[in-house]
């Protein structure tokens, strides 16, 4: 089945240690978004890619960047972990392009916890 | 300015009740609407999606929503909860333009089911 993968599902890292999250899709999507998600909370956009196209949100911290190296994999590089950084950070990937309106397809997250 | 309101924080009903979760947005445009639900520890799943014709939009898993313009809501519906809906569940909206569908996404209802 086509899909959005997270690897890993669980990410223990230490304060300040940089840290990479990444994502595969078979969908053939051309835009992947991440986002960050603590608990109890809807999910918060950090910065989407449309095809090579980086998009960062205005209130992404610059401790984040992401790469995207071809249309199958997405990367997220967190430079200097802090401990407010804790968190599940979602990949999503939707065929934008269509006029809009494309549902986003989610991965299962990768739980982020520092130490 | 776009949002999207979720007014109920937490919900429960009896298995096999019928369900309502409400969703309001405010949106200058004409929006795409969204549901999704959530598992504990998972990514999101559309449930269903609306942008034209039919008001009432059937969805997977026996879910449907109805779309009233002139309450700006969308509210998600089930006629008979299973205890395996427990989950929260987030409204969402986005534009009918966009060549990325970036979302806004309600604050989530949780729902619990009771035995």
């Known amino acids: 089945d086509a899909m959005v993968i997270q690897n890993p599902r669980y990410q223990v890292t230490q304060f300040g240690k940089p840290v990479t999250l990444s994502c595969s899709q078979t969908?053939?999507?051309?835009?992947m978004y991440w986002y960050q998600q603590k608990s109890s909370q809807a999910p918060k956009l950090l910065f989407h890619y449309y095809d090579k196209d980086f998009n960062n949100e205005a209130d992404t911290p610059d401790n984040f960047q992401s790469r995207r190296p071809n249309t199958s994999f997405c990367f997220l590089d967190i430079r200097s972990p802090g401990l407010g950084d804790a968190a599940m950070y979602l990949c999503?990937?939707?065929?934008?392009?269509?006029?809009?309106?494309?549902?986003?397809?989610f991965g299962d997250g990768t739980r982020l916890s520092i130490l | 300015a776009q949002s999207v309101t979720q007014p109920d924080i937490h919900i429960t009903v009896s298995e096999g009740a019928s369900l309502e979760l409400r969703c309001n947005y405010s949106y200058g445009a004409t929006p795409y609407l969204f549901w999704y639900v959530q598992s504990p520890g998972q990514g999101l799943q559309l449930l269903l999606k609306y942008f034209s014709g039919d008001t009432l939009v059937q969805g997977i898993k026996g879910f449907e929503a109805e779309f009233k313009r002139s309450q700006s809501s969308f509210n998600l519906r089930k006629p008979s909860v299973h205890w395996s809906d427990a989950a929260e569940y987030f409204c969402a909206v986005g534009p009918g333009y966009s060549s990325a569908s970036k979302i806004i996404f309600g604050s989530g209802t949780r729902l619990s089911i009771r035995p």
């Open positions: 969908l053939n999507h051309n835009v």
């Open positions: 999503a990937t939707s065929g934008g392009g269509g006029g809009g309106g494309q549902p986003q397809h």
